[in-house]
């Protein structure tokens, strides 16, 4: 190939990328504050949210690396491009390949942003990540001793005068979290409880979201553990 063909490639190449990576950032951009005006009405997906999240940038930065390497590679054979020099053609070779790769893992991460399968998936991350044991159960026993206990803490809040609703929205609750978050700060647990309900609630939501009929009896154990320590902080 000629020299003006090479010159006409690189520099393409660099710039086309640059507008690939701006528009990625837009992209994902738009997405988060989607993410947040979802949460706002639904806080159950808060913590898959988070997984989400994690997800993303782990590859929106592989992207931004090969990205960079990209465009120093093709301004690098653009500079170099009216001299001979040594392993000429392995690193246009590499430059290509470099901004291929760059190109395809940017297609990847669009896919996974808008794979309607995303809150399962994430859903199904957490749920392995917390598995306690092999042994299953039906999850509605889960979800008939989680109820027990977020009445039980709401209904603390609500007679010791901790639940404070948005004056915005008389019908508004505190999510699981929130009502956590409350018997903390005002020193009615410990911190251990405080990150065990945390936990649970992050289980229970990922089960809910994850459409899961089956769950960690090693979980439901606990549950019912934290359930009775629960009485005996709310009693003290």
């Known amino acids: 190939m000629e020299k003006e063909t090479f010159y006409w490639l690189f520099s393409a190449s660099a710039q086309s990328i640059a507008a690939f990576i701006a528009f990625l950032l837009t992209g994902y951009a738009l997405v988060i504050n989607m993410m947040q005006s979802a949460q706002q009405n639904d806080p159950s997906i808060e913590d898959l949210h988070l997984t989400m999240k994690e997800k993303y940038y782990s590859h929106l930065l592989r992207v931004g690396i090969l990205s960079g390497v990209a465009v120093i590679l093709n301004l690098l054979c653009l500079s170099l491009n009216d001299f001979d020099y040594p392993c000429e053609v392995l690193v246009k070779i590499i430059t290509t390949s470099v901004t291929v790769a760059a190109i395809s893992y940017g297609i990847v991460f669009i896919i996974i942003i ?15 990540d917390l598995k306690g044991g092999e042994e299953q159960v039906d999850a509605s026993q889960f979800f008939t001793e989680f109820i027990k206990l977020e009445k039980k803490i709401r209904d603390y809040l609500q007679s010791n005068d901790l639940y404070i609703t948005d004056k915005r929205d008389v019908n508004m609750k505190y999510s699981v979290n929130k009502m956590v978050t409350a018997l903390y700060k005002n020193k009615k647990i410990g ?13 229970r939501n990922a089960i809910f979201h994850g459409h899961t009929d089956k769950v960690s009896k090693y979980m439901i154990d606990d549950l019912r553990i934290v359930n009775n320590e629960i009485d005996q902080y709310l009693k003290n």
């Open 191 to 203: 911190f251990y409880a405080y990150d065990k309900l945390l936990t649970l609630n992050k289980y």
């Open 114 to 128: 808008v794979d309607p399968k995303k809150y399962t998936k994430a859903a199904n991350k957490i749920i392995d």
